[in-house]
């Protein structure tokens, strides 16, 4: 049971460029989560997933944009990546009924 | 919006209690979490209550909600030195955090 599983762990991009960050459960849970961590700012809600096929903004969606592909995978994207972005990328899954969230490992970003 | 309110800093000494607060707006959850991260690592559910329970005790940990007063603490009995760690207050329907309460123990 792999819980929640991000690719990549770490990356560094170069300001401008693309890139899509990965994240799938296998609990099947219906919600799922994009939280950004930076120092002194806790965790921050970018998108989230009530359900497969639905998506929402969080707290700070501005300069990302997400994908709800099936049940199962919640994928983030940085159309043009900005220092601002640079940040440890957090997501989440949670089954019905608010019990438990689980987190992947994080993704580190950096934006050069 | 939503939003959820920790203080920032504790430190304490091994042995003693700790008593971490919360506040929240969204009275809306089912349940409101703490979560714990260690350095370097992602998080983990420490504990959570059911938001119509007063207290939940686990362990060295004592959970209390305040639902009139939207405030959720987490006391930790007999502090230990692995207990240092940031710990993060969750709630809301769309689970949002607080900023995160770094814990410091000293031996």
């Known amino acids: 049971n792999a819980g929640v599983t991000q690719t990549p762990k770490f990356q560094v991009l170069k300001t401008g460029q693309s890139m899509t960050l990965q994240c799938a459960q296998d609990?099947?849970?219906?919600?799922m989560y994009w939280y950004r961590q930076d120092p002194g700012m806790g965790l921050r809600l970018i998108y989230y997933s009530a359900s497969e096929g639905t998506t929402d903004k969080g707290e700070v969606p501005n300069g990302y944009n997400v994908s709800r592909l099936n049940k199962r995978e919640f994928s983030l994207r940085l159309e043009s990546a900005a220092p601002s972005q640079t940040s440890v990328y957090f997501c989440?899954?949670?089954?019905?009924?608010?019990?438990?969230?689980?987190f992947g490992q994080g993704t580190r970003l950096t934006v050069v | 919006g939503e939003d959820v309110e920790q203080s920032l800093f504790l430190s304490v000494r091994e042995g003693d209690s700790s008593v971490i607060n919360c506040t929240y707006t969204?009275?809306?959850?089912?349940?409101l979490y703490w979560y714990k991260q260690e350095p370097g690592a992602g998080l983990q559910l420490l504990t959570y209550i059911f938001s119509n329970m007063d207290m939940k005790q686990d362990q060295r940990l004592t959970v209390l909600l305040n639902k009139k007063d939207k405030h959720l603490s987490l006391r930790i009995a007999d502090t230990q030195t692995g207990d240092s760690a940031i710990y993060f207050c969750a709630a809301g329907t769309a689970l949002i955090f607080g900023k995160g309460t770094t814990l410091s123990v000293s031996s």
């Open positions: 609990m099947n849970h219906n919600s």
């Open positions: 969204d009275s809306s959850s089912t349940y």
């Open positions: 989440a899954s949670q089954g019905q009924g608010e019990t438990e969230a689980f």
